[in-house]
């Protein structure tokens, strides 16, 4: 068991997924807890990342479950090289996800309230277990979901279509300027992520602490099937099928995802909020204090709105 989730009040406990892969998961659970949060973290992150979250979620009467996606954490590598960000498919986090919604969140939600709550990457996926599982949810918090990425100078038409080609050609291979985790090159001058520098150095400590944390940058696959992801997403069709209520929080600095297609997938959300902290880096849950102390206060709103 990792120290820092048992130091935390956290279980540890493992699925096994249809293909096989082992699945790290751990829970949290609080005297007199009023309901349930699945917890589904953003690309590279584990569970330790988000112990933090896990004690305001506490603080606020939650027991929380939270999960290592396939390939990240301690759940099983697709490649060789478990520093490559690698799936095969999409499909693959949304199996996950059912799986752990299914045996492990709804039977610790035990008949209470069941709550959604995903960063970036595990906000996208989130969406799409809304959109499929959503009557099983009473309400979830999109943080910086990616609905979009951020490639820089290049149109995202662009971007799609070198990956739809560098998919065929090297599909194991990591995306340019990427690679394994180097701890050398995490400095936090300059970084997309946070402008907070303790809870930038406590997730490079982590990392420091346990090595088998480490998770370097994407491969040709995983942005490919990416990109196939997003456009579902993004299609006003499917958006208009998420009905259960949704608060996304938007990073108005963000460079990693796209805010702007944030705003554009919540028009065709029939039940969804969207609220714009034009201070924040990418990673809202781990910014400075004054930009967290904002987000609880907008989560709290959202959630009290349920008992009105």
């Not at 609080?30 to 590279?44: N, S």
């Not at 990425?149 to 995306?175: E, H, K, Q």
Request: aromatic share 10%; net charge negative; charged share 25%.
């Amino acid at each position: 068991m990792s120290e820092p989730i048992q130091q935390a009040g956290g279980s540890v406990g493992w699925l096994t997924a249809s293909d096989g892969a082992r699945l790290r998961y751990a829970t949290f659970r609080r005297e007199g807890a009023h309901g349930c949060f699945l917890v589904l973290p953003g690309f590279t992150e584990f569970i330790e990342k988000y112990l933090e979250t896990v004690g305001d979620l506490a603080a606020r009467g939650y027991d929380c479950v939270v999960l290592d996606w396939r390939g990240q954490g301690k759940s099983d590598p697709r490649l060789a090289d478990r520093h490559k960000g690698h799936v095969l498919d999409f499909g693959h986090f949304q199996q996950d996800a059912r799986q752990l919604l299914d045996e492990i969140a709804l039977p610790l939600a035990a008949g209470r309230p069941l709550y959604g709550l995903g960063h970036s990457m595990g906000g996208h996926n989130l969406l799409r277990l809304l959109h499929n599982r959503g009557g099983d949810f009473r309400r979830a918090v999109a943080v910086a979901p990616m609905i979009d990425i951020w490639s820089g100078f290049l149109p995202p038409a662009i971007s799609r279509t070198i990956a739809c080609a560098m998919v065929l050609l090297a599909p194991d291979s990591y995306v340019p300027n990427t690679g394994p985790y180097d701890p050398a090159k995490k400095r936090f001058e300059g970084n997309p992520l946070t402008g907070d520098r303790d809870r930038f150095e406590r997730t490079k400590q982590f990392i420091l602490d346990d090595p088998e944390l480490a998770l370097g940058g994407p491969t040709w696959r995983w942005l490919d099937s990416a990109f196939d992801s997003m456009t579902l997403l993004r299609r006003p069709a499917y958006a208009a099928g998420i009905a259960t209520p949704v608060l996304i929080a938007s990073a108005g600095r963000d460079r990693i995802v796209r805010s702007a297609a944030q705003h554009d997938l919540a028009r065709h959300m029939p039940a969804c909020r969207i609220v714009d902290f034009p201070e924040a880096e990418h990673e809202i849950l781990l910014e400075r204090d004054a930009i967290r102390l904002e987000f609880w206060r907008t989560f709290d709103s959202f959630m009290v709105e349920e008992q009105e």
